[in-house]
Structures are given as structure tokens and as C-alpha cells.
């Protein structure tokens, strides 16, 4: 596995000074936040070489993350998430804390004795739920969500949670309404008859996934990522298709994102961060048929500030960036912080690594705030 360093190629701001509008003074320092070090509950890290670019972007500023299975093949047992996870590990740096939390696969054949096993490991933080064919790399996914019964009842037993991409994929239903349709159809059922089973509906795009989980049992929550309240579909369409904002599920209009930045700002623990960082090399993006995912890591706590700061709630930022989370999950919450000042400076245009480049999702775009 390569080591070498990812190329950023960064414009920094080259002025340190406050914007114009905080002070007449050129001294001023800029302002500051300092929170609990964040976790990021929701990402994709690849395998490979890749991992040597991936693993160090994240663990850069945060200090745990959930890594999500959909590699090909796909995690589904506890010895390849251990595997999995031994690679992670030898890319982090001695001195890292860094530490990975392995999501499985649920399949149509994973088996209550499975579960079992999971539950026993410490590594592992639960099954990731894909609805075959929703997302990328999720045809190993459930197909019959219904026939699951026994399996969701032992991981309810277990304490084992329940990780949902939660959209359906019957082709008649407009890729709009996926999210909707799934929890109507399949999540509300589920939480209906398994009140103790924690679940978390990752990555949620709508006001009704906000809505239904908001008033759901106190053991469902959800992740929200950067580009679902930095933007809407018009930031995926209008003037042309802006592919390095394509994801899954796909943006929705501005009402929903107006919804989910309330849920985001409003204290709620039932919400918190999840990137959702998915990259996919340049080419595979800048094609004919795209691949789906918005590659963060490198600005990732950054994009939410940026949010959060746009609707004035960076008090809010610690509680969903690094407290809610951890206490969902029942892990301590971390002791470290990191601190945030105030200084302009642009996102990277490109990254690259070991021949290949990536175009990360805000690229070239400005940012409010960067990690101290
Ligand atoms: C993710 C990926 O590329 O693995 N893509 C995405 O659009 N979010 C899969 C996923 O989380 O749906
Ligand atoms: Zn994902």
C-alpha cells in the first residue's frame, strides 16, 4: 500500500486579515471557536491506495468515524470488517488516535447467528441497511426489507443498530420521492415494531425524513451532510448539471434544505454529522452516466461551519458535530478539542494521489473558516 502524501492544491487565502466588515483595524484577530473534537458518523473511505489519501483527510480533525461497507465485494462479515479495518489502521500515522468504527453489510442472507457475532465485536457499530440497487455498489443489498424480521429482532436484543439508506427503488417511483416513499413504506413499519432497535437514517434529504424523525421513538436518529444544507437541486441543475454535486439521495428543493438546516441549528440530539464523504475518481464523475457522491473530507468540519455560520447557530455546531452522536451511540464523548478561527481561504480545486485525481465536493469555492 502506497504511503505517499495527497497533493492539495489549495489557494489560500494569502491575507490573514479579518473581513472588512469586523473591524477598521488591520490587528484584529480573527474570531475563534473551539469545540469538543467531532466524529464523523457517516463516511466512505474506500480500500486500497486510495485509503493512504482517504484515512489521513478525516482523521486530520476527527477523532472517530463510522466507515460504510459498500466495497466490492461488500464488508458482510465480522473477519472482513476486521480485515478492513487493519488496512485503515496501517495507513494512520504512530501518533494518531484516529479510531475506525466498522459498519456490515445486511444482505438478504445475513442470519440472526451473524448478528450474534457482531454484537460481540467492539469494532463494529452495527449493519448498514441498502435497499438493492438505491445507491453505489449496493447490489448485494436487501431485496425483501419485510423478510428481515428476524434478523432486525436480534439486532434489537443485541443492541446492535440499524444504519438505513433510506430510499426505495421501484422504478416508478420519481427519484424525488425515494426518500419519502421509503420511510411510508419501510421505516415507519420498522420502528413500529421494533421499539427498542436503534436506528439511524443516514444521510436524510427531506423535511419529511426531519419531521418523521424528530417525532419517531428517542432510539431513531439521523446524520445530515454538508452539501444537504449548504444546497438544493437547483445547485445540481440550473445552467447545466454540476455533476461534483451529485449524490445520493439526490438534493431536494430548497424547502427541504431549509428544513434540514433547522433540524441541523435547533439542539435537537436526535440529529447529527455525518459526511457522507464519497469519492470517485474525476473521470468516473465527468462522464455520461456519473457516479453518485460528494468527496469531503478535506473541508468536512469546515462546510459546516461554513453553514452553520451562514444561519448564525455556531454555538449550535458542537452539540451536533460532537456530542450528539457519541451519546446516540453510547461512546464517551471525546476530550480533545479543535479550534476554528475566522480567515477566508478556498476550498481545494483537485486532489491527487498515487496518479489519479479527484475533484472534491465546494472545489475552489470560499470558506469562512479553517481549522486552527
Ligand atoms: C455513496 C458512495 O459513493 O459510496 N454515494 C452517495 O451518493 N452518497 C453511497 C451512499 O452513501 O449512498
Ligand atoms: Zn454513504
Keep these: ?80 470488517a476486521e480485515q478492513y479495518r487493519h488496512h485503515i489502521m496501517a495507513v494512520l500515522p504512530e501518533e494518531s488516535n484516529f479510531e475506525p468504527l466498522m459498519a456490515l453489510y445486511l444482505t438478504q442472507g445475513t ?3 451473524d448478528v450474534r457475532e457482531a454484537a460481540q465485536n467492539p469494532n463494529i457499530i452495527g449493519y448498514k441497511l441498502y435497499p ?21 429482532e436480534t ?22 420521492d ?6 411510508e413504506r419501510y421505516l415507519a413499519p420498522i420502528t413500529q415494531k421494533f421499539p427498542r432497535l436503534k436506528v439511524v437514517l443516514e444521510h436524510i434529504t427531506t423535511k419529511d425524513a426531519a419531521d418523521f424523525v424528530r417525532e419517531a421513538h428517542d432510539l431513531v436518529a439521523a446524520t445530515i451532510t454538508p452539501q444537504h444544507i449548504l444546497m438544493n ?21 430548497r424547502t427541504h434544505q431549509e428544513a434540514l438546516q433547522q433540524a441541523a441549528i435547533s439542539g435537537n440530539p436526535k440529529f447529527f454529522l455525518g459526511t457522507d464523504s464519497a469519492p470517485h475518481v474525476q473521470a468516473a464523475k465527468e462522464t455520461a452516466c456519473g457516479c453518485a457522491g460528494c468527496f469531503s473530507a478535506f473541508t468536512a468540519i469546515e462546510l459546516y461551519a461554513e453553514a452553520f455560520g451562514q ?18 451511540y453510547g461512546r ?28 472534491p465536493y465546494w472545489a475552489g469555492r470560499a470558506l469562512q473558516w479553517q481549522v486552527a
Design 332 to 359: 464517551p464523548r471525546n476530550t480533545e478539542t479543535i479550534t476554528l478561527v475566522q480567515k477566508p481561504w478556498h476550498a481545494p480545486k483537485t486532489v491527487t494521489h498515487g496518479g489519479e485525481t479527484w475533484v
Design 1 to 80: 500500500m502506497s504511503n505517499t502524501a495527497p497533493s492539495i492544491s489549495a489557494i489560500h487565502a494569502t491575507s490573514s486579515a479579518p473581513r472588512s466588515d469586523s473591524s477598521s483595524s488591520s490587528h484584529t484577530t480573527p474570531a475563534s471557536l473551539t469545540i469538543t473534537r467531532p466524529d464523523d458518523w457517516h463516511l466512505h473511505f474506500r480500500d486500497g491506495d486510495m485509503l493512504a489519501m482517504t484515512v489521513p483527510a478525516t482523521a486530520r480533525v476527527f477523532r472517530r468515524a463510522i466507515v460504510m461497507p459498500n466495497l466490492v465485494p461488500p464488508v458482510t462479515t465480522v473477519a472482513l
Design 311 to 328: 444561519l448564525n447557530a455556531l454555538d449550535k455546531l458542537e452539540g451536533f458535530a460532537s456530542h450528539f452522536g457519541a451519546d446516540f
Design 155 to 176: 439486532m434489537q436484543e443485541f443492541g446492535v443498530p440499524l444504519l438505513i439508506h433510506g430510499e426505495v427503488t421501484e422504478p416508478e417511483i420519481d427519484i424525488f
Design 132 to 152: 438493492a440497487g438505491a445507491t453505489t455498489n449496493s447490489s448485494s443489498g436487501v431485496r425483501t426489507i419485510d423478510a428481515m424480521g428476524p434478523v432486525l
Design 233 to 253: 437541486r437547483n445547485d445540481l441543475l440550473v445552467g447545466g448539471v454540476h455533476v461534483h454535486n451529485y449524490c445520493l439521495p439526490v438534493l431536494k428543493r
Design 111 to 113: 442470519s440472526p447467528a
Design 178 to 183: 425515494r426518500e419519502r416513499v421509503f420511510i
